[in-house]
């Protein structure tokens, strides 16, 4: 039986697994898997947002409960970037290129400033509003995969079939912390402040921060760095 302090810890330090696993495999992601887990990581400091009002996992030191932050979500944050930006190129066989410079004068770029400050706009938007942190946080991440969609219509299928990847993948993870700790779902989340919708124990709010961050994170990195996809060329090619 694991220990309840070290469930956190254990859950997502399995996630630097299957990244790990990409790295090592897929040559030519390896630059962006850096690049979008260090973008990722120092979201894990928004942890006192969320702790306890949307859960208050047992931590390290009791670093969370004592004050909010806690250094799994930092390791968590870190991993599910690399793996969410890389997630559809590598089963899909992608590697990321620079677009053309022409590309670049699109009407719809216009707007690329805009889409890329979509989330964090809805974020501050909604986030004073009487209802549990982690809503606007999921309609934040959704917003900017629309956004991201209007202003880069190719990067629509990527985003759409990103999301739907990235939450199976997710569902695994939460499958794998109820198989090796049980209940503890039902102790650690703050299921009175939610809807109280599940799949199989599973809380439809987990499921749709999943989705939502796969939408969003599966295609930003072609955002910001005006890259497109193009089929991987060999095992050893390095990104643009």
Same mark, same amino acid.
């Given at each position: 039986? *694991? ?7 254990? $859950? ?11 790295? $090592? ?17 120092? /979201? ?5 947002? /969320?702790?306890?009002?949307? $859960? ?18 930092? *390791? ?73 969609? *209007? ?27 109820? $198989?090796?700790?049980?209940?503890? *779902? ?22 749709? /921060? ?31």
């Amino acid at each position: 039986m *694991i220990h309840e302090q070290h469930v956190w810890l254990l $859950w997502s330090t399995a996630f630097l697994l299957p990244w790990t696993l990409i790295y $090592w495999l897929f040559p030519s992601q390896r630059r962006v898997m850096w690049r979008a887990s260090l973008l990722t990581a120092p /979201f894990g400091l928004t942890e006192p947002l /969320f702790v306890p009002e949307y $859960w208050n996992p047992p931590s390290l030191f009791d670093l969370a409960q004592r004050t909010g932050f806690d250094i799994e979500s930092l *390791i968590f944050c870190f991993a599910i970037g690399g793996v969410g930006v890389t997630l559809y190129n590598v089963i899909n066989r992608k590697r990321f290129a620079s677009m053309r410079g022409a590309d670049h004068h699109s009407p719809r770029h216009r707007y690329h400033r805009y889409a890329l400050a979509t989330p964090f706009i809805v974020f501050l938007l909604l986030y004073f509003l009487p209802w549990n942190p982690i809503y606007p946080g999921i309609a934040a991440m959704a917003a900017g995969a629309l956004a991201t969609m *209007i202003c880069r219509p190719d990067l629509t299928t990527k985003t759409w079939r990103g999301g739907l990847l990235f939450l199976i993948y997710y569902i695994i993870f939460l499958m794998g912390l109820e $198989w090796t700790a049980p209940g503890y *779902i039902d102790r650690v989340w703050n299921l009175d402040a939610l809807s109280g919708i599940a799949l199989f124990n599973m809380p439809i709010e987990e499921l749709l /921060f999943a989705f939502s961050f796969g939408m969003y994170w599966s295609s930003v990195y072609e955002h910001i760095s005006w890259s497109q996809l193009r089929p991987a060329q060999t095992a050893h090619h390095h990104a643009g």
